[in-house]
T-cell receptor, first 112, second 114 residues
Framework: GQQVMQIPQYQHVQEGEDFTTYCNSSTTLSNIQWYKQRPGGHPVFLIQLVKSGEVKKQKRLTFQFGEAKKNSSLHITATQTTDVGTYFC????????????FGTGTRLKVLA | DGGITQSPKYLFRKEGQNVTLSCEQNLNHDAMYWYRQDPGQGLRLIYYSQIVNDFQKGDIAEGYSVSREKKESFPLTVTSAQKNPTAFYLC?????????????FGEGSWLTVV
């Protein structure tokens, strides 16, 4: 089936450093969502991107959707310890089934 | 409060037993989902349902079964055919629809085989 790959799988950063995770699909996506899962918790919705080339910002977080709608990125500026967790992208396929395909996730650790 | 309720939070199963995980939502969502998450892994789709009395297999449906007799309920049965069931199980729901909608997750159920 369709796969959505995320890189890197893990990232350790010093507090204050920037962080980026990338999400790549082999097929064109209808839209893409990003979720954050704190350790021991459940995923929580962050944002949805729909348009080709779309860029959205939430405070220190910047989300981009690629021009070809096959990739996306999440960038965090000046990480804080509260950013710790696993970040997942979730892709909506264009196949007509409208099921969500979750990426493999990027686990972020922030060292104080 | 509106939301998704999963129970039990922790469950131990003996080998050869079937167990059922409950999922109830009062968000009036059409679509419901079950995901499996192994430690340090991503989310893998087990089953999903876009409407009452209808559901589809996800990527790892073998050894699992579901029902959707009511809009608000989507229980998952882990059967004895599932050889490695120890994992974190997440139930979720959304409005469904063509443009994609936010998925809301329950707090999850930890299943351990003893």
């Amino acid at each position: 089936g369709q796969q959505v790959m995320q890189i890197p799988q893990y990232q350790h950063v010093q507090e204050g450093e920037d962080f980026t995770t990338y999400c790549n699909s082999s097929t064109t996506l209808s839209n893409i969502q990003w979720y954050k899962q704190r350790p021991g918790g459940h995923p929580v919705f962050l944002i949805q991107l729909v348009k080709s080339g779309e860029v959205k910002k939430q405070k220190r977080l910047t989300f981009q959707f690629g021009e070809a709608k096959k990739n996306s990125s999440l960038h965090i500026t000046a990480t804080q310890t509260t950013d710790v967790g696993t970040y997942f992208c979730a892709a909506i396929t264009t196949s007509g089934t409208y099921k969500y395909i979750f990426g493999t996730g990027t686990r972020l650790k922030v060292l104080a | 409060d509106g939301g998704i309720t999963q129970s039990p939070k922790y469950l131990f199963r003996k080998e050869g037993q079937n167990v059922t995980l409950s999922c109830e939502q009062n968000l009036n969502h059409d679509a419901m989902y079950w995901y499996r998450q192994d430690p340090g892994q991503g989310l893998r789709l087990i089953y999903y349902s876009q409407i009452v009395n209808d559901f589809q297999k996800g990527d790892i449906a073998e050894g699992y079964s579901v029902s959707r007799e009511k809009k608000e309920s989507f229980p998952l049965t882990v059967t004895s055919a599932q050889k490695n069931p120890t994992a974190f199980y997440l139930c979720a729901s959304s409005w469904g629809g063509k443009t994609g909608n936010t998925i809301y997750f329950g707090e999850g159920s930890w299943l351990t085989v003893v």
